[in-house]
């Protein structure tokens, strides 16, 4: 089992930046796909960005590509998302997700992420 606990978030204004830990515990997380993902009031939980385990397949959407950057320090058993350039339509609760199995085509969709985190509130304010 994986552990996972979401801080960093909070208010801020748009243009500002953030970034959101994913502390893990449990397991160690160097051999984990990591990733994550936000949900808006009335909207389904949606993918923001993830790694496989080398790291070396890193996927973003569309949305936040060359505003956010994912990263992980195994050393700390922590991954992490920094958030640069926010704009209100990044506001939502954001989740961090783990899973030890999941291939490159699933992980757009949370379905197919075992462990998660409870969420931090991201506000960005025009």
């Known amino acids: 089992q994986v552990q996972l606990v979401e801080s960093g978030g909070g208010s801020v204004q748009a243009g500002g930046s953030l970034r959101l830990s994913c502390a893990a515990s449990?397991?160690?997380?160097?051999?984990?796909?990591m990733g994550w993902f936000r949900q808006a009031p009335g909207k389904e939980r949606e993918f923001v960005a993830a790694f496989l385990r080398s790291s070396s397949y890193t996927r973003y959407a569309d949305s936040v590509k060359g505003r956010f950057t994912i990263s992980r320090d195994n050393a700390k058993n922590t991954f992490y998302l920094q958030m640069d350039s926010l704009k209100p339509e990044d506001t939502g609760v954001y989740y961090c997700?783990?899973?030890?199995?999941?291939?490159?085509?699933?992980?757009?969709?949370?379905?197919?992420?075992?462990?998660w985190g409870q969420g931090t509130q991201v506000t960005v304010s025009a």
């Open positions: 997700a783990a899973d030890s199995g999941i291939i490159l085509s699933s992980i757009f969709e949370s379905r197919h992420w075992d462990y």
């Open positions: 449990g397991r160690t997380i160097n051999r984990y796909a």
